[in-house]
């Protein structure tokens, strides 16, 4: 398995909002300079976390994007939201994707690893992983 450079990019914004968490929003232009990232790129992956309510932000000449409570967020929440829930195989996440589920001696490899993956992301929050 492999992670996208959203992924990659947004677990890098979200450790940035959370070690400013309590300062006021941060710009933009901050955000992506932060991350060597386009001001673009660096939106649309604002953009998913703020759809998923990780994120929130504040308008005007202040204002920019900021986060709230980064011991409650944890790595496997965001890295869920710029990676389709973390789907290693379809037949994890689409019912009707293979008729054999049932009698298929490898479903048990894919669920179980699927779980373990999300366990292990979700014991870490931001604030425990930018203390390291």
């Known amino acids: 398995m492999k992670l996208s450079a959203k992924a990659r990019y947004g677990l890098k914004v979200m450790c940035?909002?959370?070690k400013h968490e309590g300062?006021?929003?941060?710009?933009?232009?901050?955000?992506?300079?932060?991350?060597?990232?386009?001001?673009?790129?660096a939106e649309q992956i604002i953009l998913a976390l703020r759809k998923a309510n990780l994120v929130q932000a504040t308008r005007g000449v202040s204002g920019?994007?900021?986060?709230?409570?980064?011991?409650?967020?944890?790595?496997?929440?965001?890295?869920?939201?710029?990676?389709d829930d973390l789907v290693i195989v379809d037949c994890i996440s689409d019912a009707n994707c293979c008729?054999?589920?049932?009698?298929?001696?490898?479903?048990?490899?894919?669920?179980?690893?699927?779980?373990?993956?999300?366990?292990?992301?979700?014991?870490?929050?931001?604030t425990s992983i930018i203390r390291k």
């Open 16 to 18: 940035y909002l959370a």
């Open 23 to 41: 300062e006021g929003p941060i710009s933009l232009p901050a955000i992506a300079s932060e991350i060597d990232a386009s001001e673009k790129y």
């Open 64 to 83: 920019g994007y900021y986060i709230e409570n980064a011991d409650k967020i944890s790595v496997g929440s965001i890295l869920r939201t710029l990676e």
């Open 99 to 126: 008729p054999n589920k049932s009698s298929c001696s490898t479903h048990v490899v894919w669920e179980n690893l699927y779980k373990e993956i999300n366990g292990f992301l979700d014991s870490m929050s931001l």
